[in-house]
């Protein structure tokens, strides 16, 4: 087993910042670590705390927090979320695109540092009381039947992943698979890129034995959540697509010129109205936030994807 020195990674990102006053260390693998005269254990600070936390109150509006892109188009972009909107709309995605019922187990595998990790794997699951696994680890360690390990031990009924993920795993072979029941699934999906067809069959009728549907989820760190998505055994299911949108939300095509595309049609993705989880702007930089999302076609989203509709 390898681990990932990640303390010290934190220590010289710390190192160039000296604002921060403390650094809060959760201990894994117990094992060495520096120790600057900034650490503290994170045991010996909850040791005599309530396991009760009162509740605190926030307008809606209230900053939740700041998410940096990857930035494809510059340097990176302070992704800022608020309160009552993000958190609305991170659980009825979640409650609705899983088709989540009360004592159900649900699983996303993403890192809990981007924002599909930030909106299903926490916000989302836990609002609607959600029990939410968390994985720490790699799909093909010890080997590639590790997912579907996971699945058959934690009896996981919703399970949400990568294309990526997908590929790799049904390139290692069906025999790993085939290791496996995951009879507890109900509900399948795919978040972060497009899946490509033969992924998506490879999918459906081996993980999911031929009785799952798949949601196929297309959004961004700056919607909060699923924008465009089919919701399990209401949308009729297509290979590769993204298929319809979520409550409320109202994509649109159009061409260079700004000009709505009806019908059969291929172009620029714009949104034509708001909703809940949009971020309200850009850290410290609002000028940019108009800019790069709302200057392209003024008044729409511009979401800086291409799409085809069929």
Not at 1 to 26: F, G, M, W, Y
Not at 92 to 120: E, L, N, P, R
Not at 164 to 182: Q, S
Not at 205 to 232: A, F, R, S, Y
Request: proline share 6%; charged share 20%; glycine share 10%.
């Amino acid at each position: 087993c390898r681990s990932t020195p990640l303390k010290t990674n934190v220590d010289i990102a710390v190192a160039a910042c000296d604002c921060v006053e403390s650094v809060i260390v959760v201990q894994n693998t117990k094992g060495d670590v520096a120790w600057g005269n900034k650490d503290v254990w994170y045991h010996d600070l909850v040791e005599d705390m309530s396991k009760e936390c009162p509740c605190e109150s926030f307008d809606a509006e209230t900053p939740l927090f700041i998410l940096y892109t990857s930035g494809s188009t510059g340097k990176p972009k302070g992704v800022l979320h608020t309160t009552g909107g993000y958190l609305l709309y991170a659980a009825m995605t979640h409650k609705y695109v899983f088709d989540y019922q009360d004592g159900d187990i649900y699983w996303c595998s993403a890192d809990i540092g981007w924002v599909t990790g930030h909106s299903y794997i926490v916000y989302g699951p836990l609002a609607n009381g959600a029990t939410t696994l968390m994985f720490e680890g790699i799909p093909t360690y010890p080997d590639a039947s590790r997912f579907w390990q996971v699945i058959d031990k934690h009896q996981v009924n919703s399970f949400y992943t990568a294309p990526t993920a997908i590929r790799a795993l049904m390139g290692a072979g069906d025999g790993f698979v085939a290791k496996t029941h995951r009879s507890s699934l109900r509900v399948l999906g795919t978040v972060g890129e497009p899946i490509n067809p033969e992924a998506w069959e490879w999918y459906y009728h081996k993980i999911g034995n031929g009785k799952c549907p798949i949601v196929d989820t297309w959004w961004q760190t700056e919607t909060g959540g699923h924008m465009i998505t089919p919701l399990p055994y209401a949308t009729a299911l297509k290979p590769g697509s993204a298929s319809q949108p979520f409550f409320g939300i109202e994509p649109q095509i159009v061409n260079e010129k700004g000009e709505v595309l009806e019908g059969e049609a291929e172009g620029i993705l714009v949104l034509a109205r708001s909703w809940p989880g949009q971020m309200r702007t850009l850290y410290n930089n609002h000028e940019r936030f108009m800019e790069a999302y709302f200057s392209t076609f003024p008044g729409k989203y511009f979401a800086g994807d291409g799409v085809k509709r069929d």
